[in-house]
C-alpha cells in the first residue's frame, strides 16, 4: 500500500518585490491558471477565472481590496475570495506563501 502526500507541493510562481500592494498578476502553476494579488502586503492565490463565465481575473480591475471581473462585472473581496457582487459566489483559494527571501510560492495540489 503507498502513502500518499499530504503535505503542499510548493511551486515559485514570482517575487514580491515583482507585485506591488494593490497589484495583481495571472500565472500558471502545473497546467492551472493562477492569479496571484498583493493586498496591502498580504499575498493572496486564486484560481485565475471568474467562477460565473471563467473569464480570466487578471484582466479585471483591482481597487481597494475588491476585485472586478471585466467580463460582467461580478466583485469579490481579495483577501477572502468571498463574492460581493454577487454574494453568493465564491472563488478558489490556493494555499501561498512568501518565503524569507521573498519567493511567492503556491501549492494547486
Known sequence: MSETSTQ???QEVSHI???WEG??????????KVLII??????H??????PHQQWPLHDGDLSEGVLT??????QFDVTTGKGIN???????????QVDDDGTIRVSVE
Open 17 to 19: 518585490d515583482d507585485i
Open 8 to 10: 503542499p507541493q510548493w
Open 45 to 50: 492565490a486564486y484560481h485565475d477565472r471568474c
Open 69 to 74: 471581473c471585466a467580463q460582467h462585472l461580478w
Open 86 to 96: 454577487p454574494s453568493t459566489c465564491q472563488l478558489h483559494k490556493y494555499p501561498c
Open 38 to 43: 498583493n493586498a496591502d502586503g498580504d499575498i
Open 23 to 32: 497589484e495583481m498578476t495571472g500565472v500558471e502553476v502545473n497546467g492551472k
